[in-house]
């Protein structure tokens, strides 16, 4: 457990989540550790790893699933299941979590602000700020602080998405351009 503590410190939640399955693995302390279970589930969705999670949620012993902070975990887990950003703020913010999960929601509300965002910027062009502003569940200010902060722009009640600049290309070596020649040029002579 102690691999688990100073990878949570450091903010390495997947390295996290793999550190609790090998406690997994090596069996007596997850047996009796329902905290552990906890930890593993919000750290791989946290990382992204949703189906991770699930099956971590499906691995879980019967008579851990039965508490509180487990129960609230679970709900958070089916909402980014579903992809219901609506109700994951609901549920994440309907519980009082035990101090080891409070640090662990507050990384993963940042994480699914950050994929929301990075979603709407591919999905839209035009997005009511109404809207933008329920899907983070925040505020109207904090909805034009989003928008600055993205470098979209604000039209009255819209916010113009301007799309992430795409990753340029690698270009190829001049070597492979003249191989790819040669054998073009073969092709078209041997017709």
């Given at each position: 457990?102690?691999?688990v503590?100073r990878?949570?410190?450091?903010g ?5 989540a793999?550190?609790?399955e ?5 069996g ?10 906890e930890?593993?589930?919000a ?24 508490g509180?902070q487990?129960q609230?975990l679970?709900k ?8 219901d ?5 609901r549920e ?7 101090q080891t ?10 994480e699914?602000h950050?994929q929301?965002?990075a979603?709407?910027?591919?999905a839209?062009s ?17 909805g ?11 039209d ?11 990753q ?7 070597n ?5 020649t ?7 002579s041997?017709?």
């Amino acid at each position: 457990m102690d691999e688990v503590r100073r990878r949570l410190a450091a903010g390495q939640y997947a390295q996290a989540a793999r550190a609790c399955e090998d406690v997994e693995i090596d069996g007596a302390e997850a047996s009796q550790n329902e905290a552990l279970w906890e930890v593993q589930i919000a750290c791989k969705l946290i990382a992204g790893d949703t189906d991770g999670a699930r099956f971590s949620w499906k691995r879980m012993p019967d008579r851990f699933r039965q508490g509180p902070q487990v129960q609230a975990l679970g709900k958070v887990l089916e909402t980014l299941w579903r992809r219901d950003f609506a109700a994951f703020h609901r549920e994440k913010g309907g519980h009082p979590w035990c101090q080891t999960l409070q640090p662990l929601m507050a990384a993963l509300s940042q994480e699914v602000h950050a994929q929301i965002e990075a979603e709407i910027q591919q999905a839209y062009s035009t997005i009511a700020l109404q809207d933008l502003c329920a899907l983070l569940a925040i505020s109207r200010e904090e909805g034009i602080q989003v928008v600055e902060r993205n470098g979209w722009t604000l039209d009255g009640d819209f916010a113009h998405v301007v799309e992430a600049p795409a990753q340029a290309e690698a270009a190829l070596p001049e070597n492979a351009i003249h191989s790819l020649t040669k054998y073009v040029v073969h092709l078209d002579s041997s017709k």
